[in-house]
């Protein structure tokens, strides 16, 4: 088993107690914990609906990127729910009011009711992780301050998994707009998939540091 999925087990199995010095530093680091647990449950049971999707089934590609994404994040999701429990606050009401607070930060982006097409979904997927994201840099920064070592290794591992899964998106994203496009419109150039794809990720190096 590699390191980082046997370390994982470890943090499920007893994750890391959480030592702080001051009420003010508990309350800080609780927040940030059940912001986090908060987020990974909902991206998670947005993933679980998505899976069963008839337009996600009929699309391999994608298909097989959101079972890998609902698979990720099922596992963050319960390693971030044992650090909720560490730092007192458990499933109860906190976290309950974590989870309502973040349901209204994504309102629109995951319809229970209204099907979406394949090409929306994905760029719900995609801004729901890019927020996973920033949760998780908020949540590793103050784990370091606070000398939390365990769940600031944590949280740089749960960023780690997710940012190859929007570059996937961003891989498979002009075909699936393209294809939907073409449903309607028989003219429309599928052949511009590899530019567009090119092009998206010639910005993004554009836009790093080291570029």
């Known amino acids: ?10 943090v ?7 030592m702080t010095t001051s009420p003010e530093q508990t309350d800080n680091l609780r927040m940030y914990i059940n ?31 959101i079972e890998r994404m609902h698979s990720i994040l099922a ?16 499933v109860g009401a906190t976290l309950k009011e974590a989870v309502t607070t973040l349901t209204g930060a994504l309102a629109g982006l995951y319809g229970k ?3 979406h097409p394949l090409s929306r979904i994905l760029r719900d997927n995609y801004t729901a992780l890019s927020l996973a994201c920033v949760a ?23 960023l780690t998994e997710i940012t190859p899964l929007i570059m996937s998106m ?20 599928l052949s511009v998939a590899k530019q567009a794809r090119e092009n998206t990720i010639k910005a993004w190096r554009h836009s790093s540091p080291e570029a």
Do not use: W
């Not at 499920?12 to 959480?18: A, D, F, G, I």
């Not at 987020?39 to 679980?48: C, D, L, Q, T, V």
């Open 35 to 65: 912001d986090t647990a908060a987020m990974a449950k909902h991206i998670e049971g947005a993933f679980e609906q998505q899976r069963k999707d008839s337009d996600v089934q009929s699309h391999p590609a994608a298909h097989q990127l």
């Open 12 to 18: 499920k199995q007893n994750p890391p107690t959480l």
């Open 136 to 158: 998780y840099e908020m949540l590793h920064t103050t784990a370091l301050a606070l000398h939390q070592k365990g769940l600031a290794d944590t949280a740089l591992h749960h």
């Open 75 to 90: 596992t963050q999701r319960v390693t971030m729910e044992k650090y909720a429990e560490e730092a007192g606050s458990g």
């Open 1 to 10: 088993m590699p390191q980082g999925k046997s370390d994982e087990l470890a």
């Open 170 to 189: 961003t891989e498979i994203i002009p075909d699936v707009v393209l294809e939907e496009l073409a449903k309607d419109d028989a003219s429309i150039d």
């Open 113 to 115: 009711v209204r099907k």
